[in-house]
């Protein structure tokens, strides 16, 4: 009965090529241009006072909140990018 020799260099199935896609955390590039487009019509308006007059208007101020919402980081790490450490203490008196 002959076996079949493997050369050293394939890949087992499933495995991805080195090099083979975007490194993680990189966006595509069209997410980056409208990122981008965004920031410099930022720029234009008056940036950071631009967005607090937004803030402090009632009628804008919801889509304030949302735009801080898609913003803000989803994933929270703890210190050096470990796990957020919780201490509960309870006393009865």
């Not at 490194?23 to 241009?33: C, D, E, F, H, S």
């Not at 950071?48 to 909140?65: C, G, H, M, Q």
């Not at 949302?66 to 929270?76: A, E, H, N, R, T």
């Amino acid at each position: 009965m002959a076996t079949a020799v493997t050369p050293r260099t394939a890949f087992k199935k499933g495995e991805k090529k080195p090099g083979q896609g975007r490194p993680k955390g990189v966006l595509n590039k069209n997410n980056q241009a409208i990122r981008d487009m965004i920031a410099a019509a930022l720029d234009q308006v008056g940036g950071v006072e631009y967005l607090a007059e937004r803030a402090n208007d009632p009628r804008t101020a919801s889509a304030f909140l949302s735009l801080i919402g898609k913003v803000m980081p989803i994933q929270v790490t703890g210190e050096d990018g470990g796990a957020v450490k919780h201490q509960i203490t309870v006393r009865f008196e």
